[in-house]
């Protein structure tokens, strides 16, 4: 007709299969280009709309992709897929309010999307909800459980949603799915120790406790150390930690020696002299405590050290912050 523009929507559709037919092969560029040929022959084609806006999305490029995702929505308002999108693309954002919208749309248009309502809560933590955010990381572990997938993100996620509510010792305990192929081993866990679980008790015996994840987690948790050491007077421990923290904790924490943990000859010898071996992150579990009570601002745990790991004494009476560069 003139003056009308004819969409090949047939065509269309079939550029738009093809390109996700690459894109389930890895074929990215020859996806988008593929999605780009659906959009010349008609640019309202939804399915070229959504996977173009999801192959975006991949590459970081949030806000075009939500653009992509809006057109969709457009086309479609009942597209789940398109709304769940959104809101992840929206929460990477840190557009929380909007992703909270639309999340919300999607999980109420499929409320047995394992993924969707995983993003839910992982934006409920965000927003600092933590009860909230602990309901809906459960609930998406019942659905990636009854659906057949895999569980084990959802639940490294809940447990740290757990923590955040403030239940750290039931966070801890489902923590432990770290294990199980979240972090890479260190050698120690290789060397025919036993791990301490909690039993039996370690009077008279030598624990090797290892650091794991980053040098803060290290400095942080190595706190509960002396708990440890208070439960079991008679206990050995040697802290295995990254080399530069090495010079830092030697002679702290009632540990009595510090390695590196990656140094072969250090940890063959400190596996040959100890009973068992512990993760650093797993001790408060296996204390058995909950320290919801914990004060706002921990009294010192660490002393400060020379260049050559000698104590330091630090003058002054105000309030003291120690740096390690």
């Known amino acids: ?35 780009r040929a659906a959009l010349e022959a008609d640019p309202n084609c939804f399915d070229a709309i959504l996977n173009l806006g999801v192959t ?132 120690i866990w290789h060397c025919g120790l036993p791990r301490w679980l909690g039993a039996p008790a370690l009077d008279g015996k030598t624990l090797l406790v290892h650091s794991e994840q980053g040098f803060g987690d290290a400095i942080q948790w190595a706190r509960f150390i002396p708990l440890l050491k208070a439960k079991y007077p008679d206990l050995k421990i040697i802290f295995a930690v990254p080399k530069p923290l090495v010079r830092l904790l030697t002679g702290q924490l009632d540990c009595d020696e510090v390695i590196d943990f990656v140094d072969t000859c250090d940890v063959v010898a400190a596996t040959r002299k100890a009973d068992y071996h512990a993760p650093l992150l797993s001790l408060v579990r296996i204390l058995g405590q909950e320290f919801d009570d914990q004060p706002t601002l921990a009294p010192p745990y660490l002393k400060p050290v020379s260049s050559r790991g000698r104590p330091l004494t630090v003058l002054g009476s105000g309030f003291r912050v120690g740096l390690v560069w």
């Open 1 to 35: 007709m003139h003056g009308s523009v004819e969409f090949d929507s047939v065509n269309a559709q079939k550029y738009a299969d093809m390109g996700r037919e690459r894109l389930g092969a890895g074929d990215t560029g020859n996806a988008v280009s593929m999605f």
């Open 56 to 187: 975006i999305g991949r590459d970081s490029q949030w806000q075009t992709g939500a653009m992509m995702m809006r057109r969709a929505i457009a086309i479609k308002p009942d597209a789940c897929a398109a709304w769940a999108n959104l809101g992840l693309y929206l929460r990477a954002m840190q557009k929380y309010d909007e992703a909270d919208e639309a999340l919300t749309r999607a999980v109420e248009l499929d409320p047995k999307d394992f993924a969707t309502r995983h993003n839910l809560g992982l934006l409920r933590y965000d927003q600092n909800r933590g009860r909230e955010a602990v309901e809906e990381l459960s609930h998406a572990v019942e659905l990636y459980d009854l659906s057949g997938q895999s569980s084990r993100n959802c639940r490294s996620d809940l447990s740290l949603a757990t923590m955040k509510a403030g239940h750290l010792h039931d966070g801890l305990v489902m923590n432990e799915v770290r294990w199980h192929g979240m972090l890479p081993k260190l050698p």
